[in-house]
């Protein structure tokens, strides 16, 4: 038999809330940007309305939507990058990691892709990616904002995709 306290939502309403912000900043700190933490915050909500007891404690509440948001979560990593990410292959990551060759073909590709992105883009993938700044060291070079070097990075890297696919056709 389970007690009933005053720790209770009135309803799912009030569970919402309550908790749509703190979903919301786990998703946000996870993948980094406002569109995908807003849809996956919608997510956790509709993956736990059927199964959450409105009488559950508040306690009971957050930590079962948290074991729903790592659920959604990892859901989202393996849409995003096509494959599990609870397991690392070492051949892979031997891989992966390996380091590039002086005047290989991927060094080429790497200059061409570059060379074809604006001058902003070009200098924040260089920094962050090249010369392996932190995003304060980036922003403090480039005169802008934490967040600025954050958005331009992350333009710079869906313009670079799109110059790759160019590249690779």
Same mark, same amino acid.
Request: proline share 3%; hydrophobic share 45%.
């Given at each position: 038999?389970?007690?009933? /306290?005053?720790?209770? !939502? ?6 919402? &809330?309550?908790? #749509?912000?703190?979903? !919301? ?28 007891? #409105? $009488? +559950?404690? %508040?306690?009971?509440?957050?930590? *079962? ?6 659920? %959604?979560?990892?859901? *989202? ?6 494959? =599990? %990410?609870?397991?690392?292959?070492? @051949?892979?990551?031997?891989? #992966?990691?390996?380091? +590039?060759?002086?005047?290989? &073909? $991927? ?10 992105? =604006?001058?902003? !883009?070009?200098?924040?993938? @260089?920094? &962050? ?7 304060? @060291?980036?922003? +403090? ?7 600025? #070097? ?12 799109? %110059?790759? /696919? &160019?590249?690779? $056709?």
């Amino acid at each position: 038999m389970h007690l009933v /306290g005053d720790d209770v !939502y009135q309803d799912w309403d009030a569970i919402y &809330r309550d908790n #749509v912000d703190r979903v !919301y900043r786990i998703m946000f700190a996870k993948v980094g940007n406002r569109a995908d933490a807003e849809d996956l915050t919608e997510e956790v909500f509709l993956a736990a309305l059927r199964p959450l007891r #409105v $009488s +559950a404690s %508040v306690g009971e509440v957050r930590a *079962y939507l948290l074991t729903v948001a790592r659920t %959604v979560l990892a859901g *989202y990593w393996r849409r995003t990058l096509g494959r =599990p %990410v609870t397991t690392l292959d070492d @051949e892979q990551v031997a891989e #992966v990691f390996a380091p +590039a060759e002086p005047g290989t &073909r $991927s060094q080429a590709r790497a200059e061409a892709i570059l060379a074809a992105l =604006p001058a902003r !883009y070009r200098r924040v993938l @260089e920094l &962050r990616f090249l010369a392996a700044c932190t995003l304060k @060291e980036a922003a +403090a070079e480039l005169g802008v904002t934490v967040g600025n #070097v954050k958005v331009l990075q992350h333009r710079a890297l869906r313009q670079a995709a799109v %110059v790759a /696919g &160019r590249i690779e $056709s």
